[in-house]
């Protein structure tokens, strides 16, 4: 019933895109930092187990080697 109030409400139309679209950039950026993350976080884990794996190879030649 107010006419201004219907005002306000046109007004504030122009910035609600623009702050979706940030809001929209935010979250895509955040998004590709949790992937990025979460890939580095994979790669590291599959070099540790590598490293430990050979670890364990050399500690059972080791162990091997002096029961003999």
């Known amino acids: 019933m107010e006419p201004s109030g219907g ?4 007004r504030l139309k122009p ?3 623009a702050a979706r679209l940030e809001k929209a ?4 950026a955040q998004t590709e930092l949790k ?3 979460r890939a580095e976080i ?6 540790m187990t590598e490293l430990e794996q050979q ?3 050399s500690f059972c030649k080791q162990m091997q080697g ?3």
């Open 35 to 37: 992937q990025r993350q």
């Open 7 to 10: 005002g306000r409400k046109e």
């Open 25 to 28: 950039k935010q979250k895509s």
């Open 15 to 17: 910035r609600e895109p």
């Open 55 to 57: 670890q364990f190879d």
């Open 66 to 68: 002096s029961g003999e």
């Open 42 to 47: 994979y790669a590291l884990n599959r070099v």
